[in-house]
Protein backbone atom coordinates (compact mmCIF):
# COMPACT_ATOMS: atom_id res chain seq x y z
CA UNK A 1 0.00 0.00 0.00
CA UNK A 2 2.74 2.39 -1.06
CA UNK A 3 1.45 6.35 -0.47
CA UNK A 4 -1.04 5.40 2.02
CA UNK A 5 -0.57 6.94 5.26
CA UNK A 6 -0.37 4.37 8.55
CA UNK A 7 -2.77 2.86 9.90
CA UNK A 8 -4.99 4.53 13.25
CA UNK A 9 -4.19 2.98 16.50
CA UNK A 10 -8.10 1.72 16.65
CA UNK A 11 -8.19 0.25 13.42
CA UNK A 12 -4.24 -1.26 14.57
CA UNK A 13 -6.57 -2.50 17.60
CA UNK A 14 -9.70 -3.43 16.22
CA UNK A 15 -8.30 -5.74 13.28
CA UNK A 16 -6.12 -7.02 16.07
CA UNK A 17 -8.62 -7.92 18.76
CA UNK A 18 -11.02 -9.40 15.89
CA UNK A 19 -8.31 -11.61 15.14
CA UNK A 20 -7.30 -12.71 18.44
CA UNK A 21 -11.09 -13.79 19.06
CA UNK A 22 -11.14 -15.52 16.09
CA UNK A 23 -8.46 -17.80 16.89
CA UNK A 24 -8.92 -17.80 20.92
CA UNK A 25 -12.55 -17.52 21.11
CA UNK A 26 -14.04 -15.10 23.74
CA UNK A 27 -10.44 -16.11 26.07
CA UNK A 28 -8.30 -13.36 24.91
CA UNK A 29 -7.49 -10.19 26.02
CA UNK A 30 -10.32 -8.06 24.16
CA UNK A 31 -13.28 -8.26 25.51
CA UNK A 32 -16.63 -7.63 23.28
CA UNK A 33 -17.32 -4.58 24.92
CA UNK A 34 -13.78 -3.48 23.76
CA UNK A 35 -14.27 -4.67 19.99
CA UNK A 36 -18.03 -3.22 20.27
CA UNK A 37 -16.61 0.39 21.56
CA UNK A 38 -13.90 0.27 18.67
CA UNK A 39 -16.72 -0.78 16.03
CA UNK A 40 -18.87 2.17 16.80
CA UNK A 41 -16.04 4.59 17.03
CA UNK A 42 -14.83 3.91 13.95
CA UNK A 43 -18.19 5.11 12.68
CA UNK A 44 -18.95 1.29 11.16
CA UNK A 45 -22.04 1.45 13.17
CA UNK A 46 -24.69 4.06 11.87
CA UNK A 47 -28.01 5.18 11.88
CA UNK A 48 -30.68 3.51 9.15
CA UNK A 49 -33.92 1.38 9.39
CA UNK A 50 -31.61 -1.85 9.46
CA UNK A 51 -34.69 -3.82 10.62
CA UNK A 52 -36.11 -3.40 7.31
CA UNK A 53 -32.92 -3.85 5.23
CA UNK A 54 -33.32 -6.81 3.03
CA UNK A 55 -30.10 -8.51 4.50
CA UNK A 56 -28.42 -10.53 1.68
CA UNK A 57 -26.95 -13.84 3.66
CA UNK A 58 -23.31 -12.96 4.17
CA UNK A 59 -21.47 -16.26 3.59
CA UNK A 60 -23.17 -16.57 -0.09
CA UNK A 61 -21.23 -13.04 -0.86
CA UNK A 62 -17.98 -12.83 -1.56
CA UNK A 63 -15.98 -9.98 0.63
CA UNK A 64 -14.59 -8.49 -2.75
CA UNK A 65 -17.80 -8.04 -4.02
CA UNK A 66 -19.06 -6.05 -1.05
CA UNK A 67 -19.48 -2.22 -1.03
CA UNK A 68 -18.93 -0.32 1.84
CA UNK A 69 -21.95 0.96 2.07
CA UNK A 70 -22.64 -2.73 2.59
CA UNK A 71 -19.76 -3.43 5.05
CA UNK A 72 -21.22 -0.93 7.16
CA UNK A 73 -25.04 -2.33 6.85
CA UNK A 74 -23.61 -5.72 7.89
CA UNK A 75 -22.05 -4.62 10.61
CA UNK A 76 -24.13 -1.93 11.76
CA UNK A 77 -27.09 -5.00 11.72
CA UNK A 78 -24.43 -7.29 13.90
CA UNK A 79 -24.14 -4.20 16.39
CA UNK A 80 -27.87 -3.38 16.74
CA UNK A 81 -29.17 -7.18 16.45
CA UNK A 82 -26.85 -8.33 19.35
CA UNK A 83 -28.80 -5.98 21.51
CA UNK A 84 -31.75 -8.14 20.86
CA UNK A 85 -30.06 -11.63 20.06
CA UNK A 86 -28.12 -12.80 23.14
CA UNK A 87 -24.70 -14.21 22.12
CA UNK A 88 -24.49 -12.74 18.45
CA UNK A 89 -22.04 -10.39 18.64
CA UNK A 90 -19.76 -12.97 20.15
CA UNK A 91 -20.83 -15.42 17.52
CA UNK A 92 -20.17 -13.25 14.49
CA UNK A 93 -17.04 -12.58 16.06
CA UNK A 94 -15.24 -16.18 16.80
CA UNK A 95 -16.68 -17.03 13.33
CA UNK A 96 -14.33 -14.31 11.53
CA UNK A 97 -17.70 -12.46 9.70
CA UNK A 98 -16.77 -9.24 11.65
CA UNK A 99 -13.12 -9.63 11.09
CA UNK A 100 -14.08 -10.22 7.05
CA UNK A 101 -16.31 -7.37 6.86
CA UNK A 102 -14.12 -4.77 9.09
CA UNK A 103 -10.95 -5.64 7.17
CA UNK A 104 -12.92 -5.08 3.93
CA UNK A 105 -14.21 -2.11 5.01
CA UNK A 106 -11.13 -0.73 5.92
CA UNK A 107 -9.76 -1.75 2.81
CA UNK A 108 -12.48 0.49 0.63
CA UNK A 109 -12.04 3.48 3.33
CA UNK A 110 -8.39 3.59 3.69
CA UNK A 111 -9.51 3.97 7.73
CA UNK A 112 -11.66 7.36 7.17
CA UNK A 113 -15.04 5.52 7.05
CA UNK A 114 -17.64 8.65 5.92
CA UNK A 115 -21.06 9.02 7.56
CA UNK A 116 -23.51 7.75 4.60
CA UNK A 117 -26.66 9.19 4.71
CA UNK A 118 -28.61 6.82 2.32
CA UNK A 119 -27.99 3.78 3.78
CA UNK A 120 -32.04 2.82 3.63
CA UNK A 121 -31.88 3.14 0.09
CA UNK A 122 -31.10 -0.19 -2.11
Not at 86 to 106: I, M, P
Amino acid sequence: MGGCKAMSQDWQDLLAALEEQETTGMDGAWSSVDIHTLVYGLNLVQPFNWPQWPVPPIFETRPDDLSLRDCVRHITCIARQSRFVEGLFEACLTDGQLRWLCRRAYELSGGIVPTFTDLDEP
